[in-house]
């Protein structure tokens, strides 16, 4: 587990919370936000593989309307970064 893991965990869990911990160490979690309902360790855990998921299906979801549209256009990719400008 890595800190970007588990901080994106719980903020699908538990939007808007404040929170830190140290070292990838759960058990140094601390709550800044008591108002918003916390999320259990093991939940925590568990959400990670479902955020992972969820990012590699917004990246294939956005390569897919990038290739639809470079279809529409009649133009490569290569070709698009360069009417825009990109090295």
Avoid: C, H
């Avoid at 160490?25 to 568990?46: F, G, V």
């Avoid at 639809?68 to 009417?83: P, Q, S, V």
Wanted: aromatic fraction near 4%; glycine fraction near 4%.
């Amino acid at each position: 587990m890595n800190p970007r893991d588990i901080i994106e965990a719980i903020r699908y869990l538990a939007p808007g919370a404040e929170f830190s911990f140290q070292e990838n160490d759960l058990t140094t979690l601390k709550w800044d936000t008591p108002d918003i309902e916390q999320p259990t360790e093991s939940a925590i855990i568990a959400a990670i593989p479902v955020v992972q998921a969820q990012k590699i299906a917004e990246a294939e979801s956005k390569a897919t309307a990038k290739a639809a549209l470079l279809k529409r256009l009649g133009i490569t990719a290569d070709e698009a970064a360069l009417l825009l400008g990109g090295n």
